[in-house]
């Protein structure tokens, strides 16, 4: 067993959380992490919002449709990717999984909610006051885990091919 695999595998979505804040080192550490992300020519084409006022928390919830967990959180994310620049969404993913890992790694579980292709995205950049060269990738929940709940995942041998794929 190996400690980082561990912690990715110990990873579930967790939509409701213990009353209580995130320490800010960790907050700090899981967002070195997700900057820490590899991108497309090194261009790190985003920029990263943490939420945790109570109010501001409410407002994000109520705009998003399956998100009101939000409200609840000790801390939201919001990952704003560059939408000049080319492969934003693909970097802009790879630094919102790096900082749930992260937070995992600490204690802290969360859960990611769809910002990018839903119309609340362009409201929540407003209330933050985001410059419009931004749009909204991600928004990622965390706290304290009050509930876990364990999803089922599809078997290697369905979803893995070795050299070229054969048709079972
Ligand atoms: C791009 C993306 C968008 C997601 N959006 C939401 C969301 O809006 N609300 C939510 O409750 N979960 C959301 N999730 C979490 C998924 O529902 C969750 O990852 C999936 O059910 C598998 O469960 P697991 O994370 O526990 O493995 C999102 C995940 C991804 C990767």
């Known amino acids: 067993m190996n400690i980082v695999t561990t912690i990715i595998k110990s ?41 945790k006022e109570k109010d501001t928390l409410q407002k994000i919830a109520d705009l998003t449709d399956h998100g009101k967990f939000i409200a609840e959180c000790a801390v939201c994310f919001a990952v704003f990717g560059e939408k000049k620049e080319t492969y934003y969404l693909e970097d802009c993913c790879a630094a919102t999984e790096n900082l749930i890992l992260a937070l995992q790694a600490h204690g802290v579980s969360s859960c990611w909610v769809a910002g990018e292709k839903k119309a609340y995205g362009e409201k929540i950049r407003q209330m933050l006051a985001v410059p419009d060269m931004y749009t909204l990738v991600s928004l990622v929940a965390a706290g304290s885990p009050a509930d876990i709940t364990i999803t089922k995942k599809k078997e290697m041998k369905h979803i893995v091919f070795y050299e070229g794929f054969k048709a079972e």
């Open 11 to 51: 990873r579930h979505s967790v939509r409701k959380f213990k009353p209580g804040e995130i320490d800010g080192q960790v907050i700090r550490d899981a967002l070195e992490c997700a900057a820490q992300a590899p991108t497309a020519m090194n261009i790190q084409p985003w920029l990263f919002g943490v939420v």
